[in-house]
Structures are given as structure tokens and as C-alpha cells.
């Protein structure tokens, strides 16, 4: 059903919000790239100049970039020095005259915008459907503050549990065996492991880095989202994986009635404290 869009929608944080309307009309249904831009200008509005900024990859990301493009062109920012997330990003960028660098010259980002492919209520969230997450978390990771831009069909309860894919990089060289370790380490989550193919011959797909991707498709949710992260790291020949745990400062949640924006929650913070606590705790009985 069509609902009024309200682009003084009152956020999380109380203030109101300026968005650029996509039309004259305040009762209208928004398409989901409409309100990907959204998102996205909105997230840049953090963006300061003299900055050292991740450019996100995927299709709510590109907007931000085409945003810092267009006001360097105005000169309403300067300075700005940009580190892409994917080749494609770094392409976009450069078309758009972004001065690009990389982490071994800025090891510290000032921020980052990115989208993702689900957030949950503790703003973890999956990233990589779109063959990007290696770079991403490099540089995400080395963020002061990372701003992750979504339309609202991208929040869950939970993450993993949704049938949709868990993307897994990995090393082309006996992909298959990794593959299959995979999947017996998520078996308990009722876990099919597909690699990913990419071109019109049915090729593997193949990431910026080389790798491939494996997606894990699961039907429950995972429980201690750290846990199972160390179990997938701790197989040789898994590159990363796409959850990205207590990462994001910051969602931005383009959504028909305006924009919300939720900032990293203090209740995850004291949950992650005192699981930190008490695991440290049973290490020490443990002994
Ligand atoms: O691999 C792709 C990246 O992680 C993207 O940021 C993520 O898939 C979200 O992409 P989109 O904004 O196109 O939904």
C-alpha cells in the first residue's frame, strides 16, 4: 500500500533530517534504488573536507560516491581523499575525479559509507552478495567511524537463518575440499554450500583478489554470530567471510516514511562486554 513519504521524518537521534525529494509529490511509493539514494545522501552528510573516506562497493554505495563526486565539483567539499573498496568503485571514482589512495599510504580512514545485504538489531551485519567483502572489511575495519546505508528490506531479526547466501571468500586451489569443510562446519544451521559462477559460460566468479566466493545458504539462525566467525576463519584456505560483527558505528534505514538512524546500540555494547566477561571467566576456571 502506498504510504506518505515524509522527508522531515523525526530520527532516532531527534533531529530532523533534510533528504532531496525525488519529486514534488509528498504522497508517493519510492522504488528501492530511490530510496538507496536516499540513504545515501544522507550519509554524506557526515562527510567533512580534508577527509580520508572508504568508498563503499554495490549499487546503494554508488550513490554515495556519485554525492562526493558532485560536491567536490561544487567545491563544497576539498580535500578529499577517497580509498576504494572494489575495482569497480575505484573506477567509478576516478571517472568522477576523486583523488583515490590506499591503506598503506592512509593506514586510518576518517569514514567509510557502505551498504549491506542485512543488518540486525545490533547493527552486525552480512556484506558481499555483490562479490565484494575482502576489500570492504580492510577498510571498513580501519574506519574511525563506518556508515552503512540501507533500504529498509535489509533489516533482520537476525542474520543467516533467511535462506539467503552467507558469502565465504576462498582460494581458487582445491576449492571444492574447502568448500565442502565449509559446510560441515555450518551443518548445524541446515547449510548448502554453492560456489559462486560469474560469467555467460558458467566460470567461477571470480573476486578483485583472485578468490572465489562460496555462498553458504542457511535455514537457522546461528546463534553466537563470533563463534561460528572463528570457526569459518580457522579453516585453511578461507580468505574472510561476509559478516561484518560489531563494525558499523552507524545505519542509516531509507525507508516509504522517511529516514531512520540508528546508532550503534549501548545494550549490544554491555552484551558484548559481558560475554567478553564471562567467556574470559570460564578460561580462567577452565585452567
Ligand atoms: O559485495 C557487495 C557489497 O558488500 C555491497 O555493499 C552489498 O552487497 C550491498 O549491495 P547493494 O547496495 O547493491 O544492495
Not at 533534510?18 to 509529490?25: M, R
Not at 559446510?183 to 558458467?202: D, F, I, S
Not at 572465489?212 to 579453516?235: A, H, P
Request: hydrophobic letters at 40%; charged letters at 25%.
Amino acid at each position: 500500500m502506498a504510504r506518505a513519504y515524509d522527508p522531515l521524518f523525526i530520527t532516532s537521534d531527534n533531529s530532523p533530517i533534510d533528504v532531496p525529494s525525488p519529486s514534488s509529490s509528498s504522497s508517493m511509493t519510492l522504488t528501492k534504488d530511490e530510496l538507496k539514494r536516499i540513504a545515501a545522501y544522507k550519509a554524506v552528510d557526515f562527510v567533512k573536507s580534508n577527509m580520508v573516506l572508504g568508498l563503499g562497493t554495490g549499487s546503494t554505495a554508488k550513490h554515495a560516491v556519485d554525492r562526493i563526486g558532485e560536491l567536490l565539483r561544487q567545491g563544497k567539499l576539498v580535500n578529499i581523499v577517497g580509498i576504494p573498496t572494489s575495482k569497480k568503485t575505484q573506477e567509478q571514482a576516478l571517472s568522477l575525479n576523486i583523488p583515490l589512495s590506499d591503506l598503506d599510504a592512509h593506514p586510518v580512514v576518517d569514514l567509510s559509507i557502505d551498504g549491506a545485504d542485512e543488518v540486525d538489531p545490533c547493527l552486525n551485519l552480512v556484506k558481499g552478495r555483490g562479490g565484494s567483502l575482502l576489500r570492504e572489511k580492510m577498510i571498513e575495519g580501519a574506519s574511525k567511524k563506518f556508515v552503512v546505508i540501507v533500504d529498509e528490506s535489509k533489516m533482520v531479526k537476525h542474520i543467516g537463518g533467511s535462506k539467503m547466501a552467507l558469502p565465504v571468500e576462498i582460494v581458487p586451489f582445491c576449492w571444492k575440499f574447502t568448500a565442502e569443510r565449509l559446510r560441515r562446519v555450518m551443518e548445524g544451521y541446515g547449510c548448502e554450500a554453492k560456489l559462486r559462477l560469474g560469467g555467460e559460460k558458467g566460470e567461477a566468479f571470480v573476486t578483485d583478489n583472485g578468490n572465489y566466493i562460496v555462498d553458504m545458504y542457511l535455514e537457522k539462525d546461528m546463534g553466537d554470530l563470533r563463534v561460528v566467525s572463528d570457526e569459518i576463519l580457522r579453516l585453511p584456505g578461507v580468505v574472510e567471510h561476509g559478516m561484518f560483527l560489531d563494525m558499523a558505528s552507524t545505519v542509516i534505514i531509507a525507508g516509504e516514511l522517511g529516514v531512520k538512524i540508528k546508532n550503534k546500540h549501548i545494550s549490544c555494547i554491555f552484551l558484548f562486554f559481558f560475554w567478553w566477561v564471562l567467556g574470559e571467566r570460564e578460561d580462567y576456571y577452565a585452567l
